[in-house]
């Protein structure tokens, strides 16, 4: 379905904007695994970053830190 057809429907169900991107966009988790340690200003700016996208989707981002996994 084109995405105007899909914008059509939605209208004509009732449906607005805010309730698809809420289906879509609720909550998501990013996952980071650095190739090294990041220093605490690297962690603030992808923190600062992920909350960023978060409100330009109009939704919230967890991000979660893994071990380096290699070496």
Not at 2 to 17: C, D, N, P, S, V
Not at 19 to 47: C, G, M, V, Y
């Amino acid at each position: 379905m084109a995405a105007a057809q899909m914008a059509f429907w939605a209208r004509m169900h009732g449906l607005t904007r805010a309730d698809i991107r809420s289906a879509l966009w609720k909550s998501r988790t990013l996952e980071i695994q650095p190739f090294e340690n990041f220093s605490r200003s690297i962690h603030r700016k992808i923190q600062e970053e992920a909350a960023s996208l978060g409100d330009f989707l109009e939704t919230s981002w967890e991000i979660k830190f893994s071990r380096r996994l290699f070496g």
